[in-house]
């Protein structure tokens, strides 16, 4: 039976803590909820109200998760049924289609909605040619899986949509989800999708997050335009797409460094695809590696760092700090005068403006001039919502050292 989208619940807010959702935040935790009315199941649709009882905006409730109610809608008269996600995903869609123009081709490879970012708290869908990858990582979401599905395969005319479950997403949710075929057509093991005239492979089932790194692409081609002629460093280079479209833009050389060897077979395909010959391939760990290089007295032009997320919590930060700054010294360190450093951060944690100060103070540290050239996040089918600002999180700093 799909989901009912009859309200089973009211929230109830403590007094003076309603302000953040009547300014649309979307995500409301357990300490502002004064008490729940009509015991909701996981996932059900509650009102929440404040605590007079105005009502504030409808939304799905969790109680396995400290973000208790996800809120969609603050039209009263809305329910959150299925022509409700319909809408939404349409109108994510718009963005893409419409304004953005991404799908240009069949083998197009864009984000579709980005959770909060698309007032879908919780779901993800990455579209790469005929088929889409989605993840839920809502409760509530998760429950109208199969409503959704259909969603996306009728709004994006896609030949099946497979869902990739993100580590760490079952515990916050409470949710027991397994990557597989959510409906249509199987995706083949490898499928290649085009950007910015480059192919690259995707491999849905095996490949790491959706598949591909998209909010990348125009940082990629960004750090391309300094590449033609040039020797390139490709730290921590997954698909090899900084380094593909370094050498595409004429590199004399390029080293694509990265621990997986799934990672390393991946971007050497992607190397192949595109006729490319310049790259070389080293499957180890990106600290080593730069300890390596600097050791033997390497150099570069050009260095791109794009590591994972170091940290999820503040406790974690002060170490993903330490690594980001010992990255960026080792960088420096292989970089030639009118080298340029590309310093990319996913960690949401860090703000531009303590990459900027964490550059600037190693920079000094490795008595080198710096200059910063371009301050980017990522591509545009990854927006933030106005309010829902927690949404930043990719960063990428390029500079220019003396
Ligand atoms: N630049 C890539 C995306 C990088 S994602 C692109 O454009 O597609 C981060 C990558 O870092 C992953 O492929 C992961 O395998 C790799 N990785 C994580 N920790 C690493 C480490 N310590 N050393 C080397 N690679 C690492």
Redo the contacts with the bound molecule.
């Keep these: 039976m799909p989901p009912s989208s009859a309200v089973v619940g009211q929230i109830f807010l403590k007094p003076k803590r309603a302000q953040p959702f009547f300014g649309r935040h979307p995500w409301v935790f357990a300490g502002a909820i004064d008490r729940v009315e009509g015991d909701p199941a996981d996932g059900g649709v509650v009102e929440l109200r404040s605590h007079v009882g105005t009502f504030v905006a409808r939304g799905l409730f969790n109680s396995r998760s400290k973000i208790r109610v996800r809120l969609y809608s603050w039209d009263e008269s809305e329910a959150l049924d299925e022509a409700f996600f319909r809408q939404r995903l349409q109108r994510a869609i718009d963005l893409r289609h419409t304004v953005l123009r991404l799908n240009t081709s069949p083998d197009s490879a864009y984000r579709v909605a980005f959770s909060e970012a698309d007032f879908l708290s919780g779901l993800v869908i990455d579209r790469y040619g005929e088929w889409a990858a989605v993840q839920f990582n809502a409760f509530g979401m998760a429950e109208r899986q199969e409503m959704l599905g259909k969603l996306i395969r009728e709004t994006l005319g896609v030949r099946g949509v497979y869902r990739k479950v993100e580590k760490g997403v079952g515990k916050l949710e409470g949710l027991t989800l397994v990557d597989g075929l959510l409906c249509g057509e199987a995706p083949p093991s490898e499928m290649v999708v085009s950007e910015n005239g480059l192919k690259f492979a995707v491999n849905l089932v095996e490949g790491?997050k959706t598949g591909y790194?998209l909010d990348?692409r125009d940082n990629?081609a960004a750090v391309a335009k300094f590449c033609a002629g040039k020797r390139v460093l490709d730290a921590?280079?997954?698909?090899g797409?900084?380094g593909v479209y370094a050498a595409n833009a004429g590199a004399s050389e390029v080293l694509c460094?990265?621990?997986?060897e799934g990672?390393v077979m991946l971007a050497m395909r992607n190397a192949e695809l595109n006729g490319l010959g310049q790259l070389t391939f080293a499957k180890?760990?990106?600290?080593n590696e730069l300890d390596s290089l600097v050791a033997a007295g390497r150099n570069f032009d050009v260095v791109v760092l794009?590591?994972?997320k170091f940290a999820r919590d503040q406790h974690s930060l002060p170490q993903a700090l330490r690594g980001y700054r010992r990255l960026v010294q080792q960088g420096l360190k292989l970089l030639d005068r009118d080298g340029v450093l590309v310093m990319c951060c996913c960690t949401g944690l860090v703000t531009m403006e303590m990459l900027e100060e964490l550059i600037a103070q190693t920079a000094v540290g490795e008595k080198r001039d710096f200059q910063f050239l371009d301050r980017r996040g990522p591509a545009a089918d990854h927006p933030v919502s106005a309010t829902c600002r927690e949404g930043t999180y990719l960063k990428c700093v390029v500079g220019r050292v003396v």
């Design positions: 790491q790194y990348q990629r921590f280079s997954y698909s797409g900084f460094v990265d621990s997986s990672a180890n760990d990106v600290f794009d590591p994972p």
